[in-house]
């Protein structure tokens, strides 16, 4: 055991009691064991590289090159995306992509190139590769993004899984972000992350690698152009980033580096290539378009680990109310499980649920349940018999029943990598639905089992379905949180074909935003907690999953009221705007921080329900086109090189800048704009921007500067959609879209456009059709004259 063991040893009994982190330390050694026994030992390896050329075979969208040691595909398909895999990998099977295989492009072909390489020429990029099997990507015009070396494979000499490792090269001004939800980031500096969704043990801060949410996916933006690349394999690796740096005027620039050493699965890779809005609209058309919420959990949600009965959630939501505070939904944790097993009801304290959920939606809030994987393993459990009716269950190399230790005690855990276990799962949400819930957070499922020393989660050495491939938890631990979120998206359109299902879950893997969202999991609270919530939304958009947010105020302590105004306002713009809290950290609800915090409160809360026709808007346009709510501020213009070092402000949608405070006594913040005319929409003073400007940042707001020429839909003093245009610098045009609100069922509204330009002297806002220009259908309100 080492210093880190220990000390989640000690977290393991702190959080779940003497008893509990007893077992925990029974199924550490267990789960010790387990592994020495069931998992191949690793004698002696050979290493392999691909060796030389020897043919080609050209196929239309590619072909297959023939090396000494090793064959490697390339494919381009029909969207612009590069396929290429080692020893004969295909796409698929991928727990990634969506539905049908991409279809390959008949224009392109592999063809000679110089000193015996190859090459295919697309539209969006051109891939070389050397005789010795290093792949360049380049621009259309021949600028190198990236050069893989020839990999390297280490198989044992007993037969089983290869390592690998792959090595590229990136321009020296390139940066790197992505790989999941990353607490230290958005911008990913010199370091190695692992790919291992991992429960941090407790709240986490800018420090802690790795979290629940990690993807093998980068997005690398340099002068030259914007890449994503993806190592498509589920299996525990880690990627070892470091910047490159230009010479100074010497001439000799060091290029930036990136190494992934993957355990074991296929060496296959795909790269994007465009512009950041292209880039991302390609990749949800490979990994899935991202899932809509319903309206209201695009409003402000409160939940806590805590609530005692069904008459503190009634208390709360009438504190609320009577306090003029708008409130869409509130969550119930585990304490109203009976046992603290998932879908049951503990009667003593929530008498009715199904009564509390009808009061509380007659108010507009909705009810939303969480939900853990692990299943009590004790006999007259209706989850759990019918569970072993079936053989859902994970179980050990041996073929024995495999038990964790989490919140019920001792448990086991669906086997999420099988259809038939999810049709099961998913039918169990009918439970959920009858009692009165609206939505579901998925929580624990990375999985976890609580863990004196090790990793805490399942046996590598446990044995998967994976989808009738079979296997063990070395492959398929990264995906458990997906399939599992999977199981819930599908049973519930079954259940209720008439209404979106809302999902996010804790943990998830690439395509995870075709099921939901996600969220930070456990954030300290505490200022560095804070600066790292915004990494989390920031990263995990540019991976493909746009709805997620942190707990605001943290999760594990009392944060000071300036803290909590801080955090509420950073809230406010994010995708998913969510206070909660330990039943041990305090309580959440803005009165409990004073008359000035409630006010403060008042107006953070009332400008998020103002802006929730735009965030629907948003929520839409991410289903089309791929782009995140929440965006970095070189979003727009990824060549200037001082935007894409700007950590501390993002874009929410394309019209406005939100620049939150992430530090304690701040009263006035430098803001670096990207280029053009913004507003301070507090104030109306107007900033030119490229530059670095500075604003005022009083208690009582954050800076949130408009671009000039934006038209968004807002609510009105009425409750109706009106458009608020902000005015286009002189002699310029710009506009605006909307998406209205076709409720929370599957009609998608048509996407309505306007222009606003000037017109003899004055801000003209218009619709922009094909049949031309016409009133809009909503009053208009012009600001920045």
């Known amino acids: 055991m080492n210093g880190r063991d220990l000390v989640r040893s000690v977290k393991a009994v702190s959080q779940v009691g003497a008893a509990q982190g007893l077992r925990a330390v029974r199924a550490s050694w267990r789960h010790r064991r387990a592994d020495s ?6 004698g002696p390896e050979r290493a392999r590289v691909p060796g030389c050329v020897v043919g080609a075979d050209p196929e239309p969208g590619g072909g297959v090159l023939r090396f000494e040691r090793s064959r490697l595909r390339i494919t381009v398909t029909v969207s612009g995306a590069v396929f290429w895999g080692w020893d004969g990998a295909e796409p698929e099977p991928s727990y990634a992509l969506a539905g049908v295989r991409p279809e390959a492009d008949p224009r392109t072909v592999l063809e000679p190139d110089k000193d015996g390489g190859w090459r295919v020429v697309a539209e969006r990029v051109t891939l070389a590769v050397s005789r010795h099997g290093a792949v360049e990507v380049c621009t259309p015009g021949g600028v190198v993004l990236r050069r893989d070396l020839p990999p390297r494979w280490w198989e044992p000499q007993d037969g089983g899984e290869a390592r690998w490792v792959q090595r590229s090269e990136v321009a020296a001004d390139a940066r790197f972000f992505g790989l999941g939800g990353r607490a ?5 500096r010199e370091g190695t992350y692992r790919l291992w969704n991992t429960d941090p043990g407790g709240s986490f801060g800018p420090g802690d690698d790795p979290l629940s949410v990690t993807m093998p996916v980068q997005m690398v933006v340099a002068d030259a152009g914007t890449h994503l690349v993806f190592h498509d394999s589920t299996w525990d690796g880690v990627v070892s980033l470091r910047e490159g740096r230009e010479g100074a005027g010497s001439g000799h620039d060091r290029s930036g580096a990136c190494e992934v050493r993957m355990e074991g699965g296929p060496l296959r890779c795909w790269v994007v290539v465009g512009t950041p809005a292209r880039v991302l609209h390609t990749w949800a058309q490979l990994t899935g378009a991202p899932a809509v919420p319903p309206s209201w959990a695009l409003g402000y949600q409160h939940a806590r680990w805590g609530f005692g009965s069904d008459k503190e959630v009634r208390r709360v939501a009438a504190g609320y109310k009577e306090r003029d ?3 869409d939904a509130v969550h119930l944790d585990i304490d109203h499980y009976a046992a603290r097993q998932v879908f049951t009801v503990d009667h003593h304290r929530f008498a009715s649920l199904p009564r509390l959920a009808e009061e509380l939606r007659g108010a507009g809030v909705r009810l939303v349940s969480i939900v853990d994987p692990a299943v009590k393993a004790e006999r007259g459990n209706a989850v759990y018999d019918g569970g072993q009716a079936i053989d859902a269950f994970v179980r050990n190399a041996s073929g024995g029943s495999l038990h964790g230790v989490v919140w019920a005690g001792e448990s086991v855990y669906p086997d999420f990598t099988a259809e038939r276990v999810r049709k099961w799962w998913g039918g169990l949400y009918e439970e959920r639905l009858t009692q009165g819930f609206s939505g579901f957070w998925h929580d624990m499922n990375e999985p976890v089992s609580f863990a004196a020393f090790g990793d ?6 446990a044995r998967h379905a994976l989808e ?11 995906v458990y949180g997906l399939c599992m979120t999977q199981a819930a998206y599908e049973g519930l359109r079954e259940l209720q074909p008439q209404e979106r299902p809302f999902l996010f879950s804790r943990s998830g893997w690439v395509g995870m935003q075709r099921y939901g969202g996600t969220w930070s999991g456990d954030v300290a609270t505490g200022w560095p907690g804070l600066r790292a919530s915004l990494s989390l939304v920031v990263g995990l958009g540019l991976c493909g999953v746009p709805y997620s947010g942190p707990d605001v105020g943290g999760f594990d302590g009392v944060p000071s009221a300036e803290l909590y105004v801080r955090w509420l306002q950073l809230g406010a713009y994010l995708p998913l705007f969510r206070t909660h809290s330990a039943r041990y950290a305090g309580r959440r609800e803005p009165w409990e921080f004073g008359d000035e915090v409630l006010g403060h ?3 953070v809360l009332h400008e998020r329900r103002r802006l929730r026709p735009y965030l629907v808007t948003l929520a839409h346009l991410a289903r089309r086109t791929g782009a995140p709510y929440v965006r970095p501020v070189w979003w727009g213009s990824p060549e200037e090189r001082d ?4 950590e501390d402000a993002f874009l929410l949608g394309d019209s406005l800048l939100v620049a939150p405070v992430l530090e304690p006594g701040v009263g006035r913040r430098s803001v670096r704009l990207p280029r053009g005319r913004w507003y301070d929409t507090a104030t109306g003073e107007v900033f030119e921007g490229p530059g670095r400007v500075t604003v005022d940042a009083p208690l009582s707001r954050i800076p949130v500067l408009a671009r000039a020429g934006s038209v968004l839909p807002v609510l009105g003093e009425t409750g109706e959609i009106e458009l608020e245009a902000w005015a286009p610098e002189p002699g310029r045009s710009g506009g605006g879209c909307v998406v209205p609100d076709a409720g929370d069922g599957w009609d998608e509204a048509e996407v309505e456009r306007y222009r606003v330009r000037w017109n003899d002297g004055r801000v003209v806002v218009e619709a922009d059709g094909e049949d031309g220009g016409g009133e809009p259908p909503y009053p208009v309100r012009v600001r920045g004259l």
Request: positive net charge; proline residues 13%; charged residues 30%.
């Open 37 to 42: 026994v069931g998992l191949p030992r690793r």
């Open 184 to 188: 230290s980031g958005p911008r990913l």
């Open 325 to 327: 505070l708008p409130l």
């Open 456 to 461: 805490p989660t399942l046996p590598r050495s």
């Open 468 to 478: 009738g491939r079979g296997g063990d938890h070395r492959e398929a631990h990264n």
């Open 601 to 603: 409160a008042r107006v």
């Open 643 to 646: 935007l894409r070092d700007c």
